[in-house]
């Protein structure tokens, strides 16, 4: 991990475009006019914005879970219903508690 001042200000820059670059999201405004409005070059903008979203890219981390397939001695019975955007996962009675945290997980990286 990087120590000292590059380090700091490095860190401090990266999480300076962050909040830049959510501010311009949440703005209502066009890229170009965000960055009008702030002084910004939109070439700098699209640049660190590209940066930052390759960095998340690289720490996001996708699991799978094996999930077991029983076949149910009644009719299935639907506990909770779990959304994420368009994906739609239904848990059933006696779902396995791993399982349904695997799950959970993997809906946080969507």
């Known amino acids: ?8 200000k490095k860190r401090d820059t990266r999480a300076k475009w962050s909040q830049r670059v959510a501010e311009c ?9 965000w960055c009008n409005v702030q002084g910004i070059n939109p070439k700098t903008y699209y640049h660190w914005q590209r940066k930052l979203f390759l960095m998340a890219q690289q720490q996001a981390q996708i699991e799978f879970a094996s999930v077991p397939v029983l076949q149910p001695d ?6 909770a219903t779990l959304r994420n955007g368009d994906l739609v996962v239904d848990l059933y009675r006696g779902a396995d508690c791993e399982v349904i945290q695997a799950i959970c997980l ?4 969507c």
């Open 106 to 109: 993997a809906l946080q990286s």
């Open 25 to 33: 999201r949440q703005s209502g405004l066009s890229v170009r006019q």
């Open 74 to 79: 009644t009719e299935p019975s639907v506990v």
């Open 1 to 8: 991990m990087d120590t000292g001042i590059y380090a700091w």
